[in-house]
């Protein structure tokens, strides 16, 4: 190779190595943002990857049904109303307006245009305020916006759509306790079908009660009706068995899982 030569060469080199320099950098930041801004706003959730060998590999299967027994978003998911997205009516308004802030993470401030912790509501703008509708419950609600606002106990309109985080607050006031006893999944269309035990108490003291420790593990030995008389019975809890059908979501602006459909089975 002459001098010539050379002196291309190396200046092709170069240029390369300036593009793939250009291109790699950006993408790293960016990544170490998203994780960053996912750390800030679900500092809770961890990333959860499913395929249909999750599904048939018995270890990925049990650390699926660790995973999503370990984390409260998805215990607030079991905890809304009986709904089905294909079939959702006026009649669901109450029900989804109720549990939108209790599966709300009150850390993600990034789509919100005010947070007010003195009176215990937060606002988003229309467009947002229909993107997390579908983000939770597979559907559109823009025709339902004005019977919305007449829920004053939970929304009101103030330049923006706004909502009351106090059932949140509520929420924490019970402990609970679930029990992932199947779980199918349809590949075609990502979507997860839970069977599930529900038990629900009033919390009376910081610790459990010996009643509640005894149904954690008779649940846990897939005793179910006995820890629904110790809940229900000793512990004037709740008892609910549900089928779930949901997706997850990691990349979720505004909530991680999304219900396609709730139903109780039995309580």
Same mark, same amino acid.
């Given at each position: 190779?002459?001098?010539s030569n050379?002196?291309?060469f190396y200046?092709?080199l170069?240029?390369?190595?300036?593009i793939?320099?250009a291109?790699?950098i950006?993408l790293?930041?960016?990544?170490?943002?998203?994780?960053?801004?996912?750390?800030?706003?679900?500092?809770?959730y961890?990333?959860?990857?499913?395929?249909?060998?999750?599904f048939?590999?018995?270890?990925?299967? $049990?650390?699926?049904?660790k995973? +999503?027994?370990?984390?409260f978003l998805? $215990?607030?998911?079991?905890?809304v109303?009986?709904?089905?997205?294909?079939?959702m009516?006026?009649?669901d308004?109450?029900?989804l307006?109720?549990?939108?802030?209790?599966?709300f $993470?009150?850390?993600? #401030? /990034?789509?919100?245009?005010k947070?007010s912790?003195e009176?215990?509501?937060?606002?988003?703008?229309?467009?947002? +305020?229909?993107?997390?509708?579908? %983000?939770?419950?597979?559907?559109d609600?823009?025709?339902?916006?004005?019977d919305?606002?007449? /829920?004053f106990?939970?929304?009101f309109?103030?330049?923006n759509?706004?909502?009351?985080y #106090?059932?949140? +607050?509520?929420?924490?006031?019970?402990? /609970?306790?679930f029990?992932?006893?199947?779980?199918?999944?349809d590949?075609?269309? @990502?979507?997860?079908?839970?069977?599930?035990?529900?038990?629900?108490?009033?919390?009376?003291t @910081?610790? %459990?009660t010996?009643?509640?420790?005894?149904? /954690?593990?008779?649940?846990?030995?897939? @005793?179910?009706?006995?820890?629904?008389k110790l809940?229900v019975e000793?512990?004037?809890?709740?008892? $609910?068995?549900?089928?779930?059908?949901?997706?997850?979501?990691?990349?979720?602006?505004?909530?991680?899982?999304?219900i396609?459909?709730i139903?109780?089975?039995?309580?």
């Amino acid at each position: 190779m002459n001098k010539s030569n050379k002196k291309s060469f190396y200046i092709i080199l170069g240029a390369a190595l300036v593009i793939m320099l250009a291109i790699i950098i950006p993408l790293i930041l960016t990544g170490e943002k998203v994780e960053s801004n996912r750390a800030k706003y679900f500092p809770t959730y961890t990333d959860i990857k499913v395929n249909s060998r999750t599904f048939t590999d018995e270890e990925k299967y $049990e650390d699926l049904r660790k995973k +999503l027994s370990e984390d409260f978003l998805f $215990e607030r998911l079991i905890t809304v109303g009986d709904y089905d997205s294909s079939n959702m009516t006026k009649k669901d308004l109450d029900n989804l307006i109720e549990n939108y802030m209790i599966n709300f $993470e009150l850390s993600n #401030t /990034r789509y919100l245009t005010k947070f007010s912790k003195e009176k215990q509501y937060i606002c988003m703008t229309e467009n947002n +305020l229909k993107e997390s509708y579908v %983000e939770l419950y597979n559907t559109d609600i823009s025709k339902y916006l004005d019977d919305m606002m007449y /829920r004053f106990k939970y929304m009101f309109r103030k330049q923006n759509y706004c909502m009351y985080y #106090t059932m949140a +607050l509520d929420f924490t006031m019970y402990g /609970r306790m679930f029990y992932i006893n199947k779980m199918d999944y349809d590949k075609d269309n @990502e979507i997860i079908t839970a069977d599930i035990y529900l038990y629900t108490y009033p919390i009376t003291t @910081e610790a %459990e009660t010996s009643a509640q420790v005894n149904a /954690r593990t008779a649940m846990n030995n897939k @005793e179910f009706d006995r820890a629904k008389k110790l809940i229900v019975e000793d512990s004037d809890g709740k008892y $609910e068995r549900k089928t779930i059908r949901f997706k997850i979501n990691n990349n979720g602006k505004f909530f991680k899982y999304q219900i396609i459909s709730i139903k109780t089975t039995d309580k």
